[in-house]
Each structure stands twice: as C-alpha cells, then as structure tokens.
C-alpha cells in the first residue's frame, strides 16, 4: 500500500488532494478505506507526504520540502539530515523556528547552495515540527529581576528555558526541565523544574546530570542485575588460559570508575630485571551473547 500511495501521489498527473478524498480514492482501489489510512498517516508523520495549506496532499520532495533530524551548531545554525533521499540541509541561524536538539522537522529548500558553514549544501528553513523528541533538559537555574530562567547544559541549546518558579531549586542548581509546547520563536522555550540536582559546581553530580540530560535509564532491569551476580569465572575454561592470579595484580582506575577492567602486576625476575604486567578484563566471558547483559549493554549504547 505505501508504494501504491507514492506511485499516485508522483504520478504527473496528479493534483494534490485532501486526506479524506485521497483515502477514498485509493480505498476504492483496494477495496478497504482502512487499509490506506494507516500507511498514509505514517507517511505524512516521516515527512514523507506533507498537507499543503488549501491545496491538500503532495509529495513533500515535489514541494521542495525534505524532512530529517535536526543538530544546531554553536553559530545557531543548525544542520538536518535527511533520509529521502539521503543528504544534510543546512539552516542558517533565524531558521530553525521552534525546533530543539534531536527533533524531526519538515525543512522549506530556499536554496542549493549556501555561503556559510554548509556552503556546499542546500539551505533551508523549519517550518513544521514532525516529532518533538527534546522533552526534558538539564540546566543551571538563573534569576534575573522576578524571572527564573535555566541555562542548558547543551552549549548548542538554541535558547535559554524560562520556568514559573525555582521548583525547590536554588540559584545555580542544576535542574531537569519539562519542556512545554513552544510554538512562536519569537519567546523563549517555557517549562517547569521537575527535579533538583544539586548544585552546578558540585563534580560528583555531573555525571547524575548528563544520565538525566539525555533521558538515559538510570536503573538496570533484574534480570540484567541477576546476571551480574551470576557471573563467575568456570574453573573449566581456566585449561585453555594462562593462570596468573598468584601474581599481585592491582587495578588502575581510580575508586569513583564504574568500572574495574585494566589493571598491572610488578614482578622481578630471576635475573634482576623487571617485568611489567598489563592485564585487561575478559568481559566478554562473563557476558553471554544475547543475554541480559548483552541486550541491556546494547540498549545503553556501551560496549
């Protein structure tokens, strides 16, 4: 069905058409309205298929309109990359409209080449927010007159946050905010403070706030946890490996890694020498492909 909806909708023939009546039409071709439905909206909500106002339905790639992920640049620029077909636009500052980190926009080409930092691509503009992916940020919590505001943790943030109150926060706390709907560029982004950090220049928390800051898990499932515990060295597997644990073998990450996997060993030998040992963890023996170590590693996006 999705490739017959794009087959009509390039067809040069075809003259856009409002959702209801191009449902129609091609449900009558296959004999069930609700079998187009379904892909027609998805195609709309990739960016595939835009409604053009007063007009109705169009390829968006036909209306010179591209649809992506955006990324924004220090400058306030930002770029998109698309996916039909496969190439970066590049939004000059003043032209991403509403758009936040990550989200999925629908771009306007203004033109094929720009002069500034993607002067060997297309420009363009936002024009329509597909998916508001940034719903929370992290931020240190400001006070100018009777505004509360959050600075971004992320330099690249296009704006500051304006929030009703300090939510238990105290100025220079770093905070987690929910993003409210932002829909004229001409104001700052708005939300609410949902949880105090800790303080901005306390080392400790940085961490807490970079987890919060991309919404990644916090907690391990049980059954990923019960494999930590399960795990232990099988005394078989020792018969095609060198034993060295009567050596005095000490790690080197320090006592704040979340992780105990590099360690030396010093010995002196028979001749008056010394040798130096490097020894790194055999991870991949404790955690089974396909297990719940291994899924919940690959969900996280570690090693």
């Keep these: 069905v999705p490739a017959r909806i794009l087959d009509v909708l390039s067809s040069t023939d075809y003259s856009p058409l409002p959702f209801a009546e191009l449902e129609r039409r091609l449900g009558e071709e296959f004999g069930d309205r609700k079998k187009v439905r379904v892909p027609l909206e998805r195609l709309i909500g990739e960016g595939v298929v835009v409604n053009l106002k007063k007009k109705g339905l169009a390829l968006a790639r036909s ?7 955006i990324s924004f640049i220090r400058s306030g620029g930002a770029f998109v990359d ?5 190439r970066t636009v590049f939004l000059p500052p003043g032209c991403t409209h509403t758009a936040l980190p990550s989200d999925k926009v629908l771009v306007r ?18 024009i329509r927010i597909l998916d508001r992916r940034c ?6 919590l400001k006070r100018s007159r009777n505004v509360h505001y959050v600075l971004p943790m992320q330099s690249r943030m296009p704006r500051d946050l304006i929030v009703p109150d300090a939510g238990g926060g105290r100025q220079g706390d770093r905070v987690l905010v929910e993003i409210e709907e932002w829909d004229d560029p001409k104001l700052n982004p708005e939300g609410r ?9 306390e080392p400790g928390l940085d961490t807490v706030a970079v987890i919060k800051s991309y919404g990644l898990p916090e907690e391990f499932p049980p059954d990923a946890l019960s494999a930590a515990r399960g795990a232990a060295l099988d005394e078989a597997a020792l018969k095609d490996r060198e034993d060295l644990r009567d050596l005095f073998v000490f790690t080197i990450d ?4 979340k992780d105990f996997d590099d360690a030396i060993s010093l010995e002196k030998t028979r001749s008056g020498n010394w040798r130096l040992g490097v020894h790194i963890a055999d991870v991949s023996h404790f955690v089974a492909p396909g297990g719940a170590l291994d899924e919940e590693a690959y969900r996280r996006g570690t090693s």
């Design 193 to 201: 403070v949902v949880d105090v950090i800790g303080p901005a220049d």
């Design 135 to 140: 719903r929370m940020m992290v931020g240190t």
């Design 254 to 257: 320090p006592a704040t890694a």
């Design 109 to 126: 080409i203004l033109r094929p080449t720009g002069t500034g930092p993607g002067r060997n691509l297309p420009e363009g503009e936002v």
């Design 82 to 86: 698309m996916l039909d077909p496969k």
């Design 63 to 69: 209306a010179d309109l591209v649809a992506g992920d």
